[in-house]
């Protein structure tokens, strides 16, 4: 059964940081592509960021471009999102999901097949 489990939310304060994990489980995380999305109250779920299934293309939504680094190893079938000068806009949970083929990074979530339960984050002081 496919399966995405993500960890690492919580509270923190402006300007600090947060990873994020996503583990796969239930096929070979290195044929997927994976992405992280985010979903404010309120608000659409949008693209955060995405990575090529072997890591060596990725893509960031303008909103977080210098902030947020995403990564993947292969080996462990986990895929990262280190989020750096956090801001209370990127309060959200936050989802991992994998598409259903290999490619580039993409940020639409139209594009993606699996889909975690999601991690809370909340940047405040």
């Known amino acids: 059964q496919l399966q995405l489990v993500e960890s690492g939310g919580g509270l923190v304060q402006p300007g600090g940081s947060l990873r994020l994990s996503c583990v796969v489980s239930?096929?070979?995380?290195?044929?997927?592509?994976i992405g992280w999305f985010r979903q404010a109250p309120g608000k659409e779920r949008e693209g955060v960021s995405s990575?090529?299934?072997?890591?060596?293309?990725?893509a960031y939504a303008d909103s977080v471009k210098g902030r947020f680094t995403i990564s993947r190893d292969n080996a462990k079938n986990t895929a990262y999102l280190q989020m750096n000068s956090l801001k209370p806009e990127d309060s959200a949970v936050y989802y991992c999901?994998?598409?259903?083929?290999?490619?580039?990074?993409?940020?639409?979530?139209?594009?993606?097949?699996?889909w975690g339960q999601g991690t809370e984050v909340t940047v405040s002081s």
């Open positions: 999901a994998a598409t259903g083929r290999w490619g580039q990074p993409v940020l639409s979530r139209n594009e993606y097949n699996y």
């Open positions: 239930g096929f070979t995380a290195r044929y997927y592509v």
């Open positions: 990575i090529r299934n072997d890591g060596g293309s990725t």
